[in-house]
């Protein structure tokens, strides 16, 4: 599992991200400056960090000031109207890859699978796909994904006071949860 830190001004930019991104184990967090995440940075082992943003010149900051306080993680950045110049002067700035915005899917999915060291497994995590809480991500892609494989494990959805559960053994459903209702009508709820 990677641990993905996307600094966005916008949480519109974080969820259209992170709808974009194929299915593969990536664990992503939004914070909204380089502020809010230097003040929270310890509560991942962070192997990427992601910038976005719609100006150019709060771009290169943002960078500059990520390369300085932890020069080792590698960094994606993401401007529109991007020139070759200033793609030059964020890669000399240190920016791992550069996307123009808005980024497609295939971009992503080239960078992440080109990438095959960020999805060496830590040892106590070898037998998860998927690890952690998803804030914005499409309930039935997700359960998609897991029936796809022969996936083994338990779905829990929150949303408000609702709670819900799937649980998937060898990539088929075996039970389904959702208030008093039975298992079929809880999955499709």
């Given amino acids: ?5 996307v600094i966005a001004r916008e949480k519109s930019w974080f969820d259209q991200i992170i709808t974009q991104i194929p299915s593969l184990p990536i664990s992503f967090r939004w914070f909204e400056n380089c502020s809010v995440f230097f003040k929270n940075q310890e509560l991942e082992d962070w192997q990427l960090i992601y910038l976005i943003s719609d100006r150019f010149d709060l771009l290169q900051e943002e960078l ?57 497994a830590k040892a106590e995590e070898d037998q998860y796909d998927f690890i952690g809480q998803l804030d914005f991500v499409d309930g039935v892609e997700l359960l998609r994904s897991f029936c796809t494989k022969e996936n083994t494990g338990i ?8 709670n819900g559960r799937i649980e998937i053994q060898n990539g088929q459903i ?16």
């Fill in 1 to 5: 599992m990677i641990h993905v830190a």
């Fill in 64 to 120: 500059v000031q990520v390369k300085e306080q932890i020069p080792e993680i590698p960094v994606l950045c993401t401007v529109p109207k991007l020139r070759q110049s200033q793609r030059q002067l964020l890669h000399q700035l240190g920016a791992k890859e550069v996307f123009p915005w808005p980024v497609t899917r295939q971009e992503m999915k080239y960078f992440f699978k080109s990438y095959p060291e960020f999805f060496i």
């Fill in 155 to 162: 779905l829990t959805f929150n949303w408000d006071e609702r």
């Fill in 174 to 189: 075996v039970h389904a949860a959702y208030r008093q209702l039975d298992p079929l009508t809880s999955v499709l709820v």
